[in-house]
C-alpha cells in the first residue's frame, strides 16, 4: 500500500551524472555535506561538484545529528573592555546545511532531535539549523550493518523532514518531491522527467526484495516497548547486561537520538574574557547524574542502563510522540561489549520466538 502510494506522488527521473550539478547549485545556497569513503569505514564530509560521493554507502559511524547539534559548539563569548564593562559577542552566522544521501533510520533521528528540542528546551538554535536544512534522503537496499534492526523500528521507510527522496537504480535516481524547496532546486538542475514505466516496474520489483532482504528481530510493534519496558523495570536483565558494560559512552555518541548535553564556561585567570560552550555527555557515563551537594541520583551502571533503554522505548514516546531508537544499530555495532539495546527489547518484549535472532 505504501510503496503504491509513493508511486503515485511527484516521482522523476534524475540522471547520476547530474549529481556534480545539484552539488554545484546546492552550494550556492549552503554547506553541501555528504557521505564519503574513509578507509575501510565512510563518514559525513563536505562535498563539491567533483567529490565521490559514495552514495552506496552502508552508514556512519556518527549521525548527522552532529550538523545540527554539534559535539561541541561555542554559544557565546564575552569580554572585559577598557571601561571594565562586558560584551558579550555570539558567533557568527554559519550557512545552513546541505545533507546529501541521508537513510531513513537517520532521518527519523532528525525528527526525533527536533521534538526533543522543540517540546524539551525549546532551542531555537538547533530547529533553526533544522528549519534551514535541505536534505536528499535516500532508500537503503539491504541491512547497512548485521545490527541493524530498522525495518522492527518503522524507520527503514521514513522519508520526512527530506525536502527529496531518491531511490538509487544505478544509471538514474528516481528522486519524489517532497517539499517546494525540494522541487525548485531539482528543476533548476535537471528536466522533471517522469520515471518511465520501466522504471516504475524495477522500482516495484526492488521494493519488494528489499522487504525481504530486512529481517524481523522483533516480534512486536515498536509501540508496545512503553508497556513491556515498565513491566520488566525490576527485571534481572539490566543487572546481568549492566555487568558487562565499560561506562564508556560509545552508544550514547554513535546514537541518532541521544540529545544530552553540558554546558561549561572557560575564562582567563583574570576574568577578562570567557567563552561559553556546550558538549555532548550521555547517560552512560560517569558522573552524568550527580547533582549539586555530590549526589548521584543514578549511581549504578544497571541503573544507567535501564535509563538509557527506557528513555528511548518509554519515556521519548510519552514525552514528544516518537520512540527514541530508530533501530539504527550504532550503538551495538560500536559497544565494545557488544551489548545489544534490540537484545533488550526482544527480551522484554517477549520476541524471543524463532526467527527472532538478536
Ligand atoms: S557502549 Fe557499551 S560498554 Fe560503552 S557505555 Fe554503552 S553499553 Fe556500556
Ligand atoms: S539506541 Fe542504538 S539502535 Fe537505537 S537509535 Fe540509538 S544508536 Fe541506533
Excluded at 554559544?75 to 546541505?98: M, N
Excluded at 550514547?252 to 558538549?279: I, K, M, Q, S, Y
Aim: glycine fraction near 10%; charge should be positive.
Amino acid at each position: 500500500m505504501r510503496r503504491q502510494k509513493a508511486m503515485d506522488q511527484e516521482v522523476y527521473r534524475f540522471p547520476r551524472s547530474r549529481l556534480g550539478a545539484l552539488i554545484e547549485r546546492l552550494a550556492r545556497d549552503y554547506r553541501v555535506v555528504g557521505p564519503v569513503r574513509r578507509g575501510a569505514e565512510h563518514a559525513w564530509a563536505d562535498v563539491g561538484p567533483g567529490a565521490e560521493l559514495a552514495l552506496d554507502y552502508p552508514t556512519t559511524m556518527l549521525p548527522p545529528r552532529q550538523f545540527f547539534a554539534p559535539p561541541r559548539e561555542l554559544l557565546f563569548r564575552f569580554r572585559r573592555g577598557a571601561d571594565g564593562r562586558y560584551t558579550c559577542h555570539e558567533p557568527e552566522a554559519e550557512r545552513p546545511v546541505a545533507l546529501l544521501g541521508v537513510h531513513g533510520c537517520d532521518l527519523t533521528g532528525l525528527r526525533v532531535l527536533r521534538s526533543f528540542h522543540e517540546s524539551s528546551c525549546r532551542d531555537r538554535v538547533v530547529t533553526g539549523r533544522l528549519d534551514r536544512a535541505f536534505i536528499l534522503g535516500l532508500a537503503c537496499w539491504a541491512p547497512c550493518t548485521a545490527e541493524a534492526f530498522c525495518r522492527d523500528m518503522a524507520s527503514l521507510e521514513s522519508e520526512a523532514p527530506a525536502a527529496l527522496y531518491a531511490w538509487d537504480l544505478g544509471d538514474v535516481l528516481l528522486v519524489k518531491v517532497l517539499t517546494a524547496r525540494g522541487r525548485e532546486v531539482l528543476q533548476d538542475v535537471t528536466a522533471l522527467e517522469a520515471a518511465t514505466s520501466d522504471e516504475q516496474v524495477a522500482l516495484r520489483h526492488r521494493l519488494r526484495v528489499r522487504h525481504e532482504a530486512f529481517p524481523s528481530h522483533l516480534r512486536f510493534p515498536p509501540d508496545r516497548l512503553a508497556v513491556a519496558l515498565e513491566a520488566a523495570a525490576d527485571d534481572l536483565l539490566w543487572e546481568a547486561t549492566a555487568d558487562r558494560c565499560l561506562s564508556c559512552g560509545r552508544c550514547n555518541l554513535v546514537c541518532p537520538t541521544c540529545t544530552c548535553f553540558d554546558v561549561g564556561d572557560e575564562g582567563t585567570l583574570d576574568g577578562a574574557a570567557a567563552v561559553r560552550f556546550r558538549r555532548w555527555t550521555g547517560c552512560q557515563v560517569p558522573g552524568f547524574s550527580k547533582v549539586a551537594g555530590g549526589r548521584d541520583f543514578r549511581p549504578t551502571r544497571a541503573q544507567q542502563l535501564r535509563y538509557r533503554v527506557v528513555r528511548k522505548g518509554k519515556y521519548m514516546p510519552e514525552r514528544y510522540g516518537m520512540v527514541g531508537c530508530t533501530g539504527c544499530g550504532r550503538c551495538i555495532a560500536h559497544c565494545p561489549t557488544h551489548i545489544s539495546i534490540r537484545e533488550i527489547f526482544r527480551q522484554v518484549g517477549g520476541g524471543g520466538g524463532a526467527g527472532a535472532a538478536a
